[in-house]
C-alpha cells in the first residue's frame, strides 16, 4: 500500500509540473499550429483558444492529451495514469489474421501485424484500420495502436499494393537515391492505409550463399549495405526523427543474421572475432541515421557473445540486447522482438515490443516483469506514439488510399528498380527479340509470385501481377510465342529460333524451396537448357534467384545469361521483357560472388563475406549493354 501511495503522489507531482509548465507556455503568448484532429468516440475539449481531443474522457485537458507539450512530457503524464496491465498491453504486438473487439476496447494492446488481415483492396484496407483505431480510441485511455507490416517489397499484404523488387535487386543496381525512391513508395503506401510501422530494413550482411534469406539482403559489401540501409531509414522515416509523416523503420535481423550454420535458417550464428563488426557495420549505420526501432533475430543463437547469447535466440537474450545493442552500440530507441514464444523473458532481457504476444501475455507479463521494466519499455512506445501524430489522428482517407497504392508513379519506380537491377553475366551472339517468333520455356516463366520473394499473402490468395511469359507475349503477339515447359516437349530442330528459357527457385521466406544443402540446378531444369541447346536455338537464360546459384552449368549451355533475381510481381517481368527486346540498358552489377562449383561453397566460412576463392563469376561483374541484340 505505502508503494502505491507513493506512485499516486508522484503522479500528482508530474501532472502538476507538466499543466503548470502548460500553463506558462500559454501565459508567454507562444503561438501553435492547431494540428488536424480526429476523433470518432471521444469529445473535443477547448482550451486557450484551441481543440484537443479527451481521450480519458474525464472532460479535463490532461498533459497527455495536450499536443503543445513534448512527446516525451505527454508520455510521463500518461504512464502515471497506467497501471501494470496497461503498460504490458502496449508492449504486445499481435498477429491480426481475425479481429476481436475486446483486444482494443479493453485491453487496448499496442501493435498489430495486419498479415492477410488487409489483404483487399487499398479502400477496404484503410476502411479495417480505421475500424480498430476506432475501437483503440473507445479505451478507456483511447490510445492508438500502431499496424505494422513485413515490407520486404513494399505494403504488399494489400493487394493493391506496388509490389517492389526485394532488396538483392536493390544491391545490384546500388543507387542509394533508387533506394530512398523505393522507400519513400513503401511509406506513402503505408501511410495510406493507416500503417505506421514497416518490418524492414534488412541489414544482414550476406556471407553464406546457401541461406535463403539473401533475397533480402543488399549485398555482401559492407559499404554497399551501409550506404542502403541509411537511404531506406530516413526515407521510410523522413528523416532521422519521427514526425507525424513518419513510418517506424524497423532495422533487422540484429547482430546480424547471415552467418547462419551451414546456412541453415535457425541455426546458431557462426560469427567469429574478425567478423563480428563486419556483420554489425550496417545497424551501426541504421542507428546513426535515426532508425526508430531494431528486431534481433528470433530464430538463432549468437554462441560468440558469451552469457545467455549461448543458448537463448538473439531476441531472448541480454547479451545481445542489453550489452551489445544498447550497451557498446548506445542504441536507445524501440527493441522489437522476432515472432517468438517467451514474452517474459524477452522483456526481461530488454526487449519493447514483443512480436506474436497476445492479450493473454499481459498477465504473464506483469507476474513476471519488473514494472520499472514495464515502464521502461512503454515509455519508448509511447513516446514514439506521440511523435507519429496518432493520438491527434490515427485515421486515413480510404478513398485516397485507393489513389495512392498501386498508381502509375509508384510502378514507375518499381519498374526502374527492376530494369537496374537486371545482370548480365554472358553475352554471346544476341539477338533482340523484337521481330522475332521465339520460344519461352520453363515452369517459372508462368509463375508470377516467384518475381518476389514471399512477403505478401499466401496461396490460395492470387496476386495480381504479369508473368514473364505474359511481358513477352505482351510485346511480342501471343501468335509469335511457343511456350513449352519441359525438355520432352522441346522440337527437335531449333536452328536460327531463339528460346528465352526461364529457371531458378520458387518464392519463399524463410526456406528455399530446393534447400540448403545446395546451390545447384535441379536435373530437370539442366535438361530443358541442354535441350534447346542441343536442338541449336540461341538461348537466353534468365533466372530468377534468391541466392547466388552454381552457375556453371547455365554459363556452359547457354548463349546469354540474365540474373533477374526477384524484380517484383508488379513490374519485374515487364522490365525483363523491355530488356530482351532492346528497349533498355542492362547495368546491374552482381551483389555477391557466384560459385563455379559447390565445393567452393562448402569451402568457404559462413562469417565472411567474398570468401569463395576463384569464384566464376566476382562480386560486382556485370556486363553493361545499351540494348540487348543491338
Not at 539482403?217 to 526515407?235: K, N, P, T, W
Not at 522489437?336 to 507479463?365: E, K, P, Y
Not at 514473364?468 to 507475349?473: F, G, H, M, T, V
Not at 566476382?618 to 553493361?624: A, D, N
Request: glycine share 8%; charged share 20%.
Amino acid at each position: 500500500m505505502m508503494r502505491n501511495g507513493f506512485k499516486r503522489t508522484g503522479a500528482l507531482v508530474v501532472a502538476i509540473g507538466l499543466t503548470l509548465s502548460m500553463l506558462s507556455a500559454a501565459l508567454a503568448g507562444e503561438a501553435y499550429e492547431q494540428p488536424e484532429l480526429a476523433a470518432r468516440v471521444k469529445q473535443m475539449i477547448e482550451a486557450d483558444g484551441y481543440r484537443f481531443k479527451d481521450l480519458n474522457g474525464n472532460g479535463v485537458l490532461d498533459p497527455y492529451e495536450d499536443w503543445r507539450l513534448s512527446a516525451e512530457d505527454r508520455a510521463e503524464n500518461l504512464l502515471s495514469q497506467m497501471d501494470a496491465l496497461q503498460k504490458a498491453a502496449q508492449m504486445v504486438h499481435l498477429t491480426l489474421v481475425s479481429k476481436k473487439d475486446s483486444w482494443f476496447t479493453n485491453n487496448n494492446v499496442g501493435f498489430a501485424l495486419v498479415y492477410e488481415y488487409l489483404f483487399d483492396s487499398a479502400k477496404d484496407a484503410a476502411e479495417r484500420t480505421n475500424e480498430i483505431q476506432e475501437l483503440s480510441e473507445s479505451a478507456p485511455l483511447g490510445i492508438p495502436i500502431v499496424f505494422s507490416m513485413d515490407t520486404e517489397i513494399g505494403a504488399a499484404f494489400v493487394s493493391d499494393a506496388t509490389f517492389l523488387p526485394d532488396e538483392i535487386n536493390q544491391g545490384a543496381a546500388n543507387d542509394a537515391e533508387l533506394v530512398a525512391r523505393l522507400n519513400t513508395v513503401i511509406r506513402n503506401e503505408l501511410l495510406a492505409v493507416g500503417v505506421r510501422m514497416a518490418l524492414s530494413p534488412d541489414a544482414d550482411l550476406i556471407t553464406d550463399p546457401r541461406w535463403g534469406r539473401n533475397q533480402e539482403c543488399y549485398s555482401e559489401d559492407v559499404g554497399v549495405v551501409e550506404a542502403l540501409i541509411v537511404a531506406a531509414v530516413r526515407a521510410l522515416q523522413g528523416g532521422s526523427e519521427l514526425t507525424a509523416d513518419s513510418v517506424i523503420a524497423t532495422v533487422k535481423h540484429f547482430p546480424g543474421s547471415g552467418a547462419q550454420t551451414d546456412g541453415v535458417d535457425g541455426t546458431p550464428l557462426v560469427i567469429q572475432e574478425d567478423s563480428i563488426e563486419l556483420h554489425l557495420a550496417g545497424f551501426r549505420a541504421a542507428i546513426d541515421a535515426g532508425a526508430a526501432a531494431v528486431m534481433p533475430y528470433g530464430y538463432s543463437t549468437v554462441p560468440f557473445l558469451g552469457g545467455d547469447a549461448v543458448e537463448k535466440y538473439a531476441d531472448q537474450s541480454s547479451a545481445v540486447m542489453t550489452d551489445l545493442l544498447r550497451g557498446e552500440l548506445g542504441y536507445t530507441g524501440i527493441i522489437q522482438t522476432d515472432w517468438g514464444l517467451n514474452f517474459v523473458g524477452a522483456a526481461n532481457a530488454g526487449a519493447d515490443i514483443l512480436g506474436g504476444a497476445g492479450v493473454r501475455s499481459t498477465a504473464h507479463l506483469v507476474d513476471g516483469v519488473d514494472e520499472e521494466r514495464l515502464t521502461d519499455a512503454c515509455r519508448r512506445i509511447l513516446i514514439a506514439k506521440f511523435q507519429l501524430g496518432i493520438f491527434e489522428n490515427p485515421y486515413v482517407d480510404a478513398d485516397n488510399a485507393a489513389r495512392v497504392l498501386g498508381c502509375d508513379e509508384h510502378r514507375a519506380v518499381a519498374r526502374e528498380a527492376a530494369a537496374r537491377s537486371l545482370t548480365l553475366v554472358k553475352y554471346e551472339n544476341a539477338v533482340s527479340l523484337a521481330g522475332q517468333s521465339f520460344i519461352v520455356a520453363g515452369e517459372l516463366a508462368d509463375n508470377v509470385r516467384a518475381l518476389n520473394s514471399g512477403w505478401t499473402a499466401k496461396e490460395p490468395m492470387e496476386l495480381r501481377g504479369t508473368t514473364i511469359l505474359e511481358a513477352l507475349q505482351e510485346k511480342a503477339g501471343v501468335e509469335n510465342v511457343t511456350y513449352i515447359t519441359d525438355a520432352a516437349s522441346v522440337p527437335a530442330d531449333l536452328s536460327g529460333m531463339t528460346a528465352v528459357v526461364v529457371v531458378g527457385e520458387k518464392s519463399g521466406t524463410h526456406e528455399p524451396s530446393w534447400g540448403t544443402a545446395t546451390l545447384e540446378f535441379p536435373e530437370e531444369q539442366l535438361r530443358l537448357v541442354g535441350a534447346l541447346n542441343a536442338a541449336g536455338a540461341n538461348v537466353i537464360a534468365v533466372v530468377l534467384m534468391n541466392r547466388a546459384y552454381v552457375l556453371t552449368p547455365l554459363a556452359d549451355a547457354a548463349d546469354s545469361l540474365l540474373l533477374a533475381y526477384r524484380p517484383g510481381v508488379t513490374c519485374g517481368a515487364q522490365a525483363v521483357a523491355e530488356a530482351l527486346f532492346g528497349e533498355a540498358a542492362i547495368t546491374g552489377k552482381l551483389p555477391f560472388q557466384i560459385p563455379a562449383r559447390m565445393e567452393q561453397v562448402l569451402a568457404q566460412r559462413e562469417d565472411l563475406p567474398k570468401d569463395i576463392a576463384e569464384p566464376l563469376y566476382e562480386y560486382g561483374f556485370g556486363i553493361e549493354v545499351e540494348s540487348f541484340g543491338r
